[in-house]
């Protein structure tokens, strides 16, 4: 089977000049496109009813979609779809397939930095340690980074968002996980590798994993020590599809994580579908549970329930003494959080466990 071109490829940069075409859903959203011309001193026409040529040249895409970005609604902007021709390209019945969001243009031109950031592969992981009720580390989380063109870094959730907003998600997730691979083989990290991955960015796993599962490959990493983490299971619509992506990673060798028990009864719905070797308990749950009467009845009955099951249980966001203590009497396998190593560029030798 081909790899999945949305995995692969990244949108192509919108020219400097061409013939933006815009469809909008009713004629109140007819009116603000048609104002912002005016004011613009764009010119346009109109080849069917409600659908707006407008050529632009340097400088004018941007400005335009940063005008309806502010002054079109959300709703309308996911409605009123739009597409982009060279000048001198002919208009067909075939350029409806290139139609998307006005809302997706007007991210990506907004999110130009991201493009270019991805372009360039200004991606790195960071590694968090994850420790046994020992202190010895059981495996590393495997956290990505932008990296700006100044050298700063970039936060994942500022990146995610963007990428969300701009339909670059298929490609970033993809992205990650193969520089998760990459950067844990460049440090030789030795122990289980925790790889996030967000389920609404597979299609279907036999194309959208292939580039994944051919670095691990390259690498000579081993699939047994990797475990495939579902991250936003809240999020989760389509069950039978995630089941279908777990079983593509077991059939493989890997391991499989649900994240964040306990954040909703989705969550725990989904438990019991997936049947996941690993759980990590909600970070919200694990904050303070050592002197909230309710987080600590919550979260003692998730991790009995995990023991009862067979599945192995990580707290993860332990920050605090009495929190890990708490932890480690209520029979949590596995711990993670600042308080036994914060995330690093290079994975952590040892985990601060205090006494």
Known sequence: MTKCARCERLPESAPAAGRLFLVPP???TCAIIEDVLERLSLEYITPFPQVYEIPFGEGDLRRLCEEYGETISALEQADTKCFILPRDEALSVAHLATM????VLVARIRAGWLTDMLAQKRLTSWFQPIADKEGVIHGHEC??????????IISPIEIYNVARQSDLLFFLDCACRINAVRCAAEHGVASRLFINFVPASIYRPEACLQSTFQAISDVGLQPENIVFE?????????TEHLLRVLSFYRDHGFKVALDDLGAGYSSLNLLSRLQPDYIKLDMALVRDVDVDPYKANITENLLNMAQKLGVRSVAEGVETQGELHWLLEHGADLLQGFLLGHPAPEPASSVNMPA
Do not use: F, K
């Open 26 to 28: 009713i004629a109140p």
């Open 143 to 152: 956290l990505m980074r932008g990296i700006g063109l100044d050298g700063a």
């Open 230 to 238: 579902v991250v936003e299971s809240e999020t989760v619509r389509d």
């Open 100 to 103: 998307e969001p006005l809302r």
